[in-house]
Structures are given as C-alpha cells and as structure tokens.
C-alpha cells in the first residue's frame, strides 16, 4: 500500500520512466502533484490547482510571481522582441488611459461634378473656372473722387490768391459760388494796342483732374482776333492738352504743363492780344486781314468790338 501523501510508481515501471515522469511538462495533466507543508500544486495554464482542486493564479511552487518567471524564460528561437514602452513609461501605469491611435490622413477630395472634373479622386478644380479678381468699384470711386477734392482745393487756394494780390489786367471771380470749376474773367485791352480801353468777358471751365489737363477758355463778348475762332473760343499753345502736337507746330513745352495757374493763363492771353500768332490762326478771316490790311478793315472791326465790350462790360 502507498504511503499518504507520496506518489508510488506503478507496477513494472522502471527507472527510465520514472524519469520520463518527472520531466513531465509543467502544468500539464500528467505533471505530478508536489507535497509540502501547506498545499500540493500544479501548474495549469499559468494558474496553480492547490491539493484541494481549487485554482490560484499569479503563483508557483516556489512563491514566484508567474510573470516574473516568465521574463526569465529565455526567448524561443526565430521569435522577434517587440520595442514596447519601457518599464519607467507612465502607460504601463495602472489605470493610465491608453494612448490614442495615430489619424490616418486625409482621403483627397473627390472631383466636382460635371464632364469637367471626371478625373482621378485626386484631381483638382481647373484654374479656369476661377475669375480674376476685379478692383472694388468703391476703390475707383474713392480714386476719382480724391482727385476731384485736389483740383477743387487748388482752384480755391488760386481764387484766394487772386482776391488777395491782384493782378494787372484782369479780375477773375466763380460765374456760381457752388461751383469751382467754372470761372469769369474780365479782361482790360493791352495798352497801346488795337485792343486799349476794351473790357473783354470770357469764362473758363476746368475739368475735374485739373492740373493735369488744361480748362477751356471761350470768350462771351464778340472779339476779332486771328487766335479766337468766331465761336469765342481761344486758341493758344498754353490751353492744347499736353504732349508732343502731331502737327509738329509746337514742342512739348511750349503746350499745357501743370505748373501753369490762373494767373499764366491770363497772362498768355494779354501777351496773344498785343501779339497775334498768324502762323497758327484759329480765326482765318481775321488772321487774313491782320497781315494784309492791318490798319485798315482789320482795324475797323476790332474798335467796334472794343466799343461793344465796354457796352456790356457790366451787364
């Protein structure tokens, strides 16, 4: 009979198969039981079965913890570590929350609809379809209109100046206080002139970019002069819009400049008086008679001008 608590070995087995029994794998079946003080334990999976059929887990035998025991084990041939967190990682930490998995990147966007875009998933919208980009109409706007408070505050600073130190000559003064771009100008003939003792109107009229482009000078009262048409409108180098004549009759400096005032303008008009331009006229009749019979019929007709003016000087 086998003594209590010892394992006898069966009938007829020699020594090699108790051998072979006692390098029986760990934890499996027919592992056999081991005796001790406290409890008999087998290795199951990890877990240990105690003598009475019940299983504890995370022990050996021996007290090892099985995961401990298990680092000891030596790695398995062809088997690969993998470069997990170390032990100092917080993760590894109980109850760490685990870290969260890397977003893929984005898929590309799907082409528009329309025969246009049927292209890859990763084609683009054609640049076609985009439009330029226009300058906002309040950008124009704001343009025009500095450009007009310019000219009109340069037009007042002149007008004042005029009122202020008058000039021989002439007297210039707005045909409406609410509008500064339209002028009247009286002018005094040029002493010992044909033109001596007439009192000439003429009005002027600026355009809103002034001083880049000259005004237009037109005379109101009846005036015969080789460089004013019969129209009343005058005729000099001073008044053509600036730049180089396709004539050829004038150079560039000779023609409008934005240095030029109010004050030059009526000065070149004085001057044209005393000295009519006949190469140029604008007025052929009077330009004729001016170099054919200038003391005779051309005379004639600028003294009764001169009388007609000092008649509606002051209406």
């Known amino acids: 009979m086998a003594a209590a608590g010892g394992g006898a070995p069966p009938p007829g087995a020699g020594r090699g198969s108790g051998l072979r029994a006692g390098r029986a794998e760990v934890g499996s079946p027919s592992a056999p039981a081991r005796s001790g003080p406290a409890c008999s ?10 003598a009475d059929g019940r299983l504890e887990a995370g022990k050996r035998a021996s007290g090892v913890p099985v995961r401990a025991a298990a680092a000891r084990r030596p790695p398995l041939p062809g088997a690969r570590r993998c470069a997990g967190p170390s032990r100092a990682d917080p993760r590894r930490q109980r109850g760490a929350a685990p870290a969260a998995p890397a977003r893929p990147p984005p898929a590309p966007a799907l082409p528009s609809r329309g025969p246009a875009f049927l292209g ?50 002439f007297s210039a003064g707005l045909i409406d206080d609410n509008d500064l771009y339209r002028w009247e100008v009286l002018i005094i003939g040029p002493p010992d002139t044909l033109y001596e003792g007439g009192v000439f109107k003429a009005h002027l009229t600026f355009p809103k970019d002034y001083p880049l482009r000259p005004p237009k000078m ?17 005729c000099i180098s001073i008044l053509h819009e600036p730049g180089e004549d396709k004539y050829g009759y004038e150079k560039p400096e000779e023609r409008w400049l934005p240095i030029h005032t109010v004050e030059t303008i009526m000065i070149s008009v004085i001057s044209m008086l ?3 331009n006949g190469d140029s006229p604008a007025n052929v ?13 051309f005379k004639r007709k600028v003294a009764r001008c001169v009388r007609k003016s000092q008649e509606t000087a002051f209406e």
């Open 41 to 50: 334990e087998a290795v199951a999976g990890g877990r240990h079965r105690r």
């Open 120 to 169: 890859t998933a990763g084609s683009r919208r054609p640049r076609a379809c985009a439009r330029p980009p226009k300058a906002p109409a309040p950008a124009r706007a704001l343009g025009g209109r500095m450009t007009e408070l310019q000219s009109a505050l340069l037009l007042r600073r002149q007008l004042a100046e005029l009122n202020k130190n008058p000039v021989e000559g």
């Open 218 to 234: 037109k005379f109101i009262t009846e005036i015969w002069h080789p460089n004013v048409d019969k129209n009343g409108d005058v």
């Open 274 to 276: 005393a000295d009519p």
């Open 285 to 297: 009749d009077a330009a004729k008679e001016w170099r054919e019979d200038r003391n005779g019929e």
